[in-house]
């Protein structure tokens, strides 16, 4: 069996019992895919009878496979380009833990099907193994739940005492390179960046979780002067933006759009066309900048913590 892992294939096998049988699905390696109900089905290749790859059609950003597997495909792209210092799977919850900055690499985000991401074990003690786990780190146990798929985990989660921390859209877009914006102040982008990057939103906490992963930072100046910054990394076909700031000083200029144009373009120009971000539901000023760009809303994901832990509880979401 010849087929690139992540391709969608149709598989005909035969039936020890006679006959054939048929899977559909995702190839997740060489001896498993993951059906439309995201279940992961593993098969014996010695059993095939035939098999074809299915030609997938160009969908925009947002479209395609069922909404739970869009999902996991978008939540992926967040954790690869945002990766944790550690992450292991209990059964199928991805548990992130990176020391106290951000919630996103501090917090479990289930992966398996519904109602509650396919635990090791029994939910009421999955939830305690969680709380012991970022108790002995000496963190806030945090979940990232993905909605609607998990509200029944959110669910669960509410009525157990646990509060909601944030609530974020996943917004989506489809783009293409587009005339740079003019503008009085000085734009640059770069593969690194430096300590002045980090202080104008006093970021110093999360640079090794950015050197972890290739990136593109914008940089915009007033003379010599820091005033804004943003980056994008790119997985997967996708262009994830993260980390856009600017100085209060100068907002209302149009400095988030120069960063946002900016940080597109240079994602065009390695040959991505589509972009997803995150922003916090509340925050309906930077909502209104991405839908100008054409971003819309994909998926809603809250962040759930443990109340009664005294740990310091990170603020800042991805």
Not at 96 to 116: D, M
Not at 152 to 177: C, Q, T
Not at 289 to 312: A, C, D, N, P
Request: aromatic residues 10%; hydrophobic residues 40%.
């Amino acid at each position: 069996m010849k087929a690139p892992i992540g391709a969608r294939v149709s598989i005909r096998f035969h039936d020890p019992e006679g006959g054939f049988c048929d899977l559909v699905g995702y190839l997740e390696s060489e001896n498993s895919l993951r059906n439309r109900h995201g279940e992961l089905i593993e098969f014996d290749r010695e059993k095939i009878a035939i098999y074809k790859v299915i030609e997938e059609k160009n969908h925009p950003a947002g479209h395609g496979a069922p909404l739970s597997l869009r999902i996991q495909e978008l939540e992926k792209v967040l954790t690869t380009t945002w990766p944790p210092v550690k992450q292991e799977y209990f059964g199928k919850w991805l548990v992130r833990t990176s020391g106290k900055f951000t919630l996103r690499a501090n917090s479990v985000l289930p992966c398996g099907k519904a109602p509650y991401g396919e635990p090791q074990i029994d939910i009421d003690e999955a939830i305690s193994f969680v709380i012991a786990h970022y108790e002995k780190e000496g963190l806030v146990p945090a979940f990232s739940i993905p909605l609607p798929t998990y509200q029944d985990l959110d669910s669960k989660l509410f009525d157990n005492g646990w509060i909601e921390k944030i609530r974020a859209h996943v917004m989506v877009a489809d783009f293409e390179y587009a005339e740079p914006i003019s503008s009085q102040f000085t734009i640059t982008t770069s593969s690194e960046f430096d300590d002045s990057w980090l202080s104008l939103q006093d970021d110093h906490g999360v640079a090794d979780l950015m050197r972890a992963f290739p990136a593109i930072y914008a940089s915009v100046f007033d003379g010599e002067k820091l005033i804004a910054v943003g980056r994008t990394a790119h997985s997967d076909g996708w262009s994830a933006l993260s980390r856009v700031f600017v100085d209060p000083a100068y907002r209302g200029h149009g400095v988030s759009k120069l960063i946002v144009s900016t940080l597109l373009n240079a994602s065009s120009k390695e040959g991505i066309k589509k972009a997803l971000l995150q922003v916090d539901s509340k925050n309906l000023t930077a909502i209104n900048l991405y839908s100008s760009f054409g971003f819309t809303l994909h998926h809603e994901y809250v962040y759930r913590t443990y109340q009664k832990t005294l740990s310091i509880i990170p603020e800042v979401c991805c």
